[in-house]
């Protein structure tokens, strides 16, 4: 699964930067997202529920930061485990471009699943990231209060 | 005795009733009081190391009464499963079969093998009890192409290479000197795609445990009962057979992927005692598609030498056969002894030698599924004659023709291994010429031609070996087991009779057929036969169901009962007659002596067995009730010839079948209709072969067709209207003639659609599944 996208958040780099590393704003614009605990300066841990068609579950996901080049770019690299509903990994790469009173935001994700999420999910995932992608950063802008078309729509190849 | 029941006729099936009513009696309408649910956790990954399992949560869910992981069962000293026949290699070594625990312990080789297992007071429970454990994996890259397989990691210890047999079969240096005299040699590369077999029935199984009688009760999803408790008992050790009672009560469906003994009802039988209560499990259509047995997935290039005539010289095979991570319970044989041995098909090709390396990679265990070898060789064969006559600008029949074994060549021994005892292969092949009309076939292409379409004609004559099998025969050759099949053919007092049967009808319509063979043979009402199968403490130990063997080795078996019935029954009757049991005729039901108007009818001479009054007490037992174990002197070998043909549109790639006929000899028929319905199916399966069918998986080892989303099964509207006939050489050497027919459709259609498609499309190869894609490159030129 490939998928990238942008948005723009107004806000300087600075300001977004520190807001992507809060847990509790992280929590907040995840949506389904249960618990994101910061265990270190670059490692997370989330529970987040999640429905990728007929498949349903509660994933334990770490999430490390690496090839960080504050506040302009990093890549998280993300496990998360579904148990009984299988798995995804995968990685994103992340950049912040500095437009004065507002960041231009970059993201592009690679990864896989596993388990039964790949046999029966793997045809929808890409929709499902994409959905949970547009959601998250609908929430994020929101929280400066902004109108919601300054997202704009991302694109994906699965 | 010609009736509207009897031999010949095409009675409808008495267990259709309970089926289309909903009223039939499968494993999951089982349920025994106290009764738990289990749910197993399977590998995510295609292969990787266990570092740890964490049960803890799973135990400390809300209604989970216990949660098993490998050496739960390691520590119990349950057994492997174990594969049940022993190949061995050129060099005279044996197989190599890597340990199959039920429940993965130190690593998974699969997606979807299990590692754990979770025990609960509802299903619900016992999902919820699944979610809760927790395993680390370190995972490692998967073998998965078949290819290079040998070449890769090896994904078992003390399996170099991957390989579990390099096996040959035939005469390499007569065949090698055929090719160096060969006017002519035709070369194809194949690949035979896997298939998931889907039956419609999900597998499933409820074990119990009686602790009193310390006795378990296993009911199944099996197609050979006995053959499932000689297992667990034997190799798994979960109890002595006599104390292991096995029930497969109706089955809707099999297609060989519930010949095996697979991990599930293994975890759960055992399990049962260990909790002390019943346990129920049954597949969701996801665990099918991950968990049971795979068919077909062969590489293999396949070389004919022929002269300039079109005579066929000499045939050389070579086979990668994929095995999946583990050897399934037949598996070895498969690709082997019944794959190699078919490769003459209808032909007097003098000198063949093929050789099959059975190699492992991380993908699900691949086994028997309906044809079971018999499909890829006849695929091989008939790819190949094709495919020589077009380079030799021959007519597809006329090549076939020219190499038929002929009538008066029987019995004719082949170079691989077998011989046939009769058949036609001309009659089949002349009847199928004239039902598809083709000699109209090139004013059709033309006429499709006009309308910017591409139409195609295929031909399959193939053979199959079944009525599996003459134990001596298959003992040699490294089975585990003899193949005879036992029946008991019981009368009651008032004339009524049970027949027992060790075959299983999972679809073919035994209780049927069989009651039409023992009504006939006995002149007593059809409706007064009950057939008695699946269940170990009713019938004698006998082997199930599979390879075209029910009416072959069953039914004969049934038949020497019956025999044995009519002969006691008439010394019983001379008795009554005051006759000699030598004066005694039998028939339609009537006892009668010469020159005499006197007479018994059945149900008289049985009532008398029963009560005693005037019967030969001092000479003869009463009752009457016999057995009969059959073992067969040959395989049967049914064979026909199939014809496809096909409209592709080349704007498209869809292929449309616009004519199918398949034309069996399958000996004696005893029921028309269940035949024509066989064959029916057959074809359904061997058509999703060539156009629909595709076990897929990815880079990493992931299922992708692990849904009907992905897998494409057949429908009715993906199908033509199917003209089946049929000619008859009856079988020689079994006392009814039948050869069997619950393969042929699926071991002959695969090759006759895709000859049909590369004829249309004038292209020497197409992978299989020929979809609109793949038929659309292909006519567009890449």
Known sequence: MD???????????????????????????????????????????????????????????????????????????????????????????????????????????????????????????????????????????????TQNDTHSQGESNG | MATETGIGASVRRKEDARFITGSGRYTDDINIPGQTYCMFVRSPHARAVISNI??????????????????????????????????????????????????????????????????????????????????????????????TASES??????????????????????????????????????????????????????????????????????????????????????????????????????????????AEETAVIWAAAKVGRPIKWTADRVESFLADAHGRDHVTHAELALSSEGDFLGLRVKTLANMGAYLSTFASSVPTYLYGTLMAGQYKTPAIYVEVQALFTNTAPVDAYRGAGRPEATYVVETIVETAARELNMDPGEIRRRNFIRPDDFPYETPVALTYDTGNYEASLDRALDLVNYQGFAARKAESESDGKRRGLGFSCYIEACGLAPSQVALSLGAGVGLFESAEVRVDVTGSVTVMTGAHSHGQGHETTFAQLVSDKLGIPFENVNVVHGDTNRSDYGLGTYGSRSIAVGGSAISKATDKIIVKAKKIAAHMLDSQEDQVSFDDGIFTIPDSNESLAFAEVAFSAYVPSNYPLEELEPGLSEKAFYDPANFTYPAGTHICEVEVDPETGCTEIVAFVAVDDFGTVINPMIVEGQVHGGLAQGIGQALLEHGVYDDDGQLLSGSYMDYTMPRADDLPDFTVDTTVTPCTHNPLGVKGCGEAGAIGATAAVMNAITDALGVKELPMPATPETVWRAASGG
């Open chain 2, 153 to 262: 990691d090896n994904i078992h210890d003390n399996v170099p290479s991957n390989r579990s047999y390099d096996w040959e079969l035939g005469d390499k240096d007569a065949t090698d000197a055929a090719f160096e005299r060969a006017d002519h040699v035709t070369s194809v590369d194949i690949v035979n795609n896997r298939l998931i077999p889907n039956a419609i029935e999900p597998r499933a199984a409820v074990g119990s445990y009686d602790a009193a009688e310390g006795a378990y009760t296993l009911y199944t999803t099996s197609q050979n009962p006995h053959l499932e408790r000689l297992v667990l008992a034997a190799f798994v050790n979960i109890a002595p057979e006599a104390k292991l009672h096995v029930v497969s009560p109706d089955v809707g469906g099999g297609f060989g992927s519930k010949i095996f003994v697979y």
């Open chain 2, 54 to 147: 964490d049960t803890s949560e799973a135990k400390a869910t809300d209604g989970v009464v216990d949660v098993f992981v490998g050496s739960d069962l390691a520590a119990d000293e349950v057994g492997d499963l174990p594969c049940g026949w022993l190949v061995k290699s050129k060099d005279g070594s044996d197989m190599i079969a890597p340990p199959h625990p039920p429940i993965a312990t130190d690593r998974v080789n699969y997606v979807g093998e299990p590692y754990a297992f979770v025990v609960a007071e509802s299903l619900e429970a016992a999902r919820n009890g699944a979610e809760a454990v927790n395993a680390n994996f370190q995972v490692l890259d998967p073998v998965l192409n078949l290819r």
């Open chain 1, 3 to 145: 998928l990238q996208g942008e948005a723009t958040i107004p806000a300087p780099p600075h300001e977004v930067w520190g807001a992507l590393q809060d847990p509790e704003i992280l929590k907040n614009c995840i949506t389904g997202c249960q618990e994101m605990e910061r265990i270190s300066e670059t490692q997370y841990q989330s529970k987040v529920r999640a429905k990728v068609g007929p498949v349903r579950a509660t994933f334990s996901a770490t999430i490390q930061m690496v090839d960080i080049d504050e506040p302009h770019s990093y890549t998280l690299q993300v496990e998360a485990m579904g148990g009984a509903a299988g798995f995804g990994r995968g990685s994103a790469q992340i950049s912040l471009e500095d437009q004065g009173a507002s960041t231009r935001l970059k993201y592009l994700v690679s990864g896989n699943v596993g388990g039964k999420l790949a046999q029966i999910g793997s045809r929808l995932i890409t929709g499902v990231s994409n959905t949970m992608a547009t959601q998250f950063f609908k929430n994020f802008v929101g929280l400066w209060n």
